[in-house]
Each structure stands twice: as C-alpha cells, then as structure tokens.
C-alpha cells in the first residue's frame, strides 16, 4: 500500500504541473499570425485590401482575448470561440496567400 502511494503522488503532481504547461497561450499565438501577416504584405504575397481584412481580425482577435480574461477566468466556451478565431484566421491568411500564385 505504501508503495503505491509513493507512486500515486508524485504521479499526480507531475501530471498537474504539466497541464499547466500545454495550456494555450491565446496572446502568443495571436502575436506569430499577426508576424506572419506583417511579413506577408511585406513580401508582397497580400494585396492591400486583404491585409486591411487581416488586420481588422486580428484586432477582433485582441479583444476577444482581453474581453475573455477581464474577469480572470476564461472559461471552455471563450477559449473555443478565441481558438476558432485564430484557426480561421490562419486559414484565411493561407488562402490569400496562395490567391496571387500562377501556376
């Protein structure tokens, strides 16, 4: 019996600490799209009026996250609609990205 408490334990701790470790930083990955869309218009790959599309979103995206955390907690629903809302996004930066290719 003791030997399974001396296995359960730091078994528990360890896997508290790392559900703390892959928990979503929303601000980050919302800083990497934003990077990528600066680089992208820099490169020429979006035209003005998509890059003006993508920055309003990413604006939209800011206030998600901060209307989501004023209160301290983010809840599974806020973090669901902040997530849908980078993946749609970065599926939107992909798609006029490739726009402008010929083939």
């Known amino acids: 019996m003791k ?7 730091p078994a528990l701790f360890l896997f508290v ?6 928990a979503q930083n929303f601000r980050s990955e919302q800083r990497k799209l934003e990077a990528t869309v600066n680089l ?10 998509e890059y003006s599309k993508l920055k309003r979103e990413q604006e939209v995206i800011k206030g998600a996250i901060e209307k989501a955390e004023a209160d301290g907690v983010v ?6 609609k902040i997530h849908s809302k ?9 798609k006029y990205k490739t726009n402008r290719e010929i083939y």
């Not at 600490?17 to 892959?22: A, D, E, Q, T």
């Open 3 to 9: 030997s399974i408490k001396n296995f359960l334990v």
């Open 17 to 22: 600490l790392s559900s703390n470790v892959f």
């Open 40 to 49: 992208a218009y820099k490169n020429k790959k979006l035209t003005a009026n």
């Open 75 to 80: 809840t599974p629903d806020e973090k669901n």
């Open 86 to 94: 980078l993946v749609r996004s970065r599926k939107r930066l992909a």
